[in-house]
């Protein structure tokens, strides 16, 4: 009978629970499509007496995910407990050590480590396969490394966190604040363990630093990732944005560029009848446009138990069929060092001032971005009760550097207060 490939899980929460029920449930098409039964033969978790809603009673059971990383009986070592440091790196390496092909959801630490942990695969002989680090069940990865290969691969944008999208797409239809939904999202079970990863846009600069890794075949780079959360969004600009006809959406954009490699996973304006702004709710999308296919739109959930081990379940299908391919898809040894874009290719942008309602504030401000040679495009002052009033700018095209000096001196009249929010207005 033909050898099966045989898993060792460490991590049993919402991931490995899901793909512990597909193997389970789905062992004969498993088998059928790979040509050799996949099968479970250690587990690990934290707490071994919790009930888990499946029984785990065919599995050995160890305490250290590093222990079952070594094991003989285990093939490939399934890594699903998240973290970019301690147990999930430290049983990784372990694996690669002892000669185990290596399968992770874990966005946060290959973005990290995973030039290191690539190149130690490959010199080992050994594969480490991600497609569920990201954009959930999207086989955005398997799109990029095998579908695509024969493009250059000029842009990758997408919408890659759920939750945000969820905040953001929810604030529109409700009319509730951003705090009121980031609550609801709490209690829907949708924040990761450090919420700031979600809504500080770090997650989703995670799987864009993998992402544009394999597109431009350069070393991960997540510290050249300009980062900027949701944090400061608020229904005024929800409605601002839906009455130019935009929505709001956390946007990753990776694309060379004659200044460099440009990362960018920030709050943007987006047409609202493109596909990215029809995006509703917990759902990604990732935009990926090449020289020979052109454009390609993949969508699909984010996350979640079924989804997320759906991706898991497709890397352990293609390491059971023996199709084995580098970690970002070609060889570690081989992937530049890009140097980050200091600045984005030149955008309209809206912006969100706080004004003191005394004369001559609206000049100085007009002043300020007329002498940085900014262009005012479109103003609004809404009606207000307080001291400050909203005002709304939207701007002619200009760099975000150019953008940032005059935000700089705004700040520091005596008629803007607190710091000025700025979007870029991206045109699809
Ligand atoms: P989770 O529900 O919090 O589960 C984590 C599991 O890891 C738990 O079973 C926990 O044990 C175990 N664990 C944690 N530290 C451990 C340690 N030191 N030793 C042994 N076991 C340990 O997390 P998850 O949502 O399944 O996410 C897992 C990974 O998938 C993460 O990298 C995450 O970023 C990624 N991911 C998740 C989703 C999603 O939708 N959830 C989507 C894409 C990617 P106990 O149960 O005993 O506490
Ligand atoms: N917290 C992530 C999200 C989970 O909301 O998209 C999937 O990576």
């Given amino acids: 009978m033909t050898q099966p490939l045989r898993l060792g899980i460490a991590g049993l929460g919402t991931v490995g629970i899901g793909v512990v029920k597909i193997i389970?449930?789905?062992?004969?098409?498993?088998?059928?499509?790979?040509?050799?039964?996949?099968?479970?033969?250690?587990?690990?978790?934290?707490?071994a007496s919790k009930d888990r809603g499946v029984s785990l009673k065919d599995y050995a059971w160890e305490t250290d995910p590093v222990a079952l990383s070594k094991r003989d009986d285990v093939d490939v070592f399934v890594?699903?407990?998240?973290?970019?440091?301690?147990?999930?790196?430290?049983?990784?390496?372990?694996?690669?050590?002892?000669?185990?092909?290596?399968?992770?959801a874990n966005k946060a630490l290959l973005a990290i480590h995973g030039q290191a942990l690539a190149e130690q695969a490959e010199g080992a002989g050994r594969v480490i396969r991600f497609e569920a680090a990201v954009a959930g069940g999207i086989p955005v990865?398997?799109?990029?490394?095998?579908?695509?290969?024969?493009?250059?691969?000029?842009?990758?944008?997408?919408?890659?966190?759920?939750?945000?999208?969820?905040?953001?797409t929810r604030m529109e239809a409700t009319g509730q604040g951003y705090n009121v939904l980031f609550d609801e999202c709490a209690e829907l079970g949708y924040l990761e363990a450090?919420?700031?990863?979600?809504?500080?846009?770090?997650?989703?600069?995670?799987?864009?630093?993998?992402?544009?890794?394999?597109?431009?075949?350069?070393?991960?780079?997540?510290?050249?990732v300009q980062l900027e959360g949701i944090q400061r969004i608020q229904l005024d600009d929800i409605r601002a944005a839906a009455d130019m006809g935009y929505r709001i959406k956390l946007l990753g954009v990776a694309q060379r560029t004659a200044r460099g490699l440009e990362q960018r996973m920030t709050p943007?304006?987006?047409?609202?009848?493109?596909p990215?702004?029809?995006l509703e709710g917990g759902t990604n999308m990732v935009v990926i446009e090449a020289d020979a296919v052109e454009q390609v739109v993949l969508r699909g959930p984010g996350a979640?138990?079924?989804?997320?081990?759906?991706?898991?379940?497709?890397?352990?299908?293609?390491?059971?069929?023996?199709?084995?391919?580098?970690?970002?898809?070609?060889?570690?040894e081989t992937l530049q060092e890009a140097p980050a874009a200091q600045t984005g290719l030149p955008a309209p942008f809206y912006l969100r001032l706080s004004l003191l309602d005394k004369p001559g504030a609206l000049a100085k401000v007009a002043a300020i971005l007329g002498e940085?040679?900014?262009?005012?495009?479109?103003?609004?002052q809404y009606g207000h009760d307080e001291p400050t009033a909203p005002v709304l700018i939207v701007t002619h095209k200009c760099t975000r550097a150019t953008l940032d000096a005059a935000l700089h001196a705004l700040e520091a009249t005596d008629v803007v207060d607190g710091a000025p929010v700025a979007l870029r207005i991206e045109e699809l």
């Fill in 24 to 47: 389970r449930r789905q062992a004969a098409l498993l088998e059928a499509r790979t040509g050799r039964p996949v099968v479970i033969t250690a587990v690990s978790a934290r707490d």
């Fill in 79 to 104: 890594e699903l407990m998240g973290g970019h440091e301690g147990a999930a790196k430290d049983a990784i390496e372990a694996a690669l050590a002892t000669g185990k092909d290596v399968v992770t």
């Fill in 141 to 168: 990865i398997k799109s990029l490394t095998e579908g695509l290969a024969g493009n250059e691969i000029t842009r990758v944008m997408g919408v890659m966190n759920g939750t945000c999208n969820y905040i953001l």
């Fill in 194 to 224: 450090d919420p700031n990863l979600d809504v500080g846009g770090i997650d989703a600069g995670h799987k864009l630093a993998l992402l544009s890794s394999i597109a431009f075949g350069t070393k991960p780079a997540f510290d050249d």
């Fill in 268 to 274: 943007c304006l987006v047409p609202a009848n493109s």
């Fill in 276 to 278: 990215l702004g029809q």
């Fill in 304 to 332: 979640g138990e079924g989804p997320t081990a759906s991706a898991v379940m497709g890397d352990v299908c293609d390491l059971a069929r023996g199709l084995r391919i580098a970690t970002f898809g070609q060889p570690a």
């Fill in 372 to 380: 940085a040679g900014i262009s005012i495009d479109r103003m609004r």
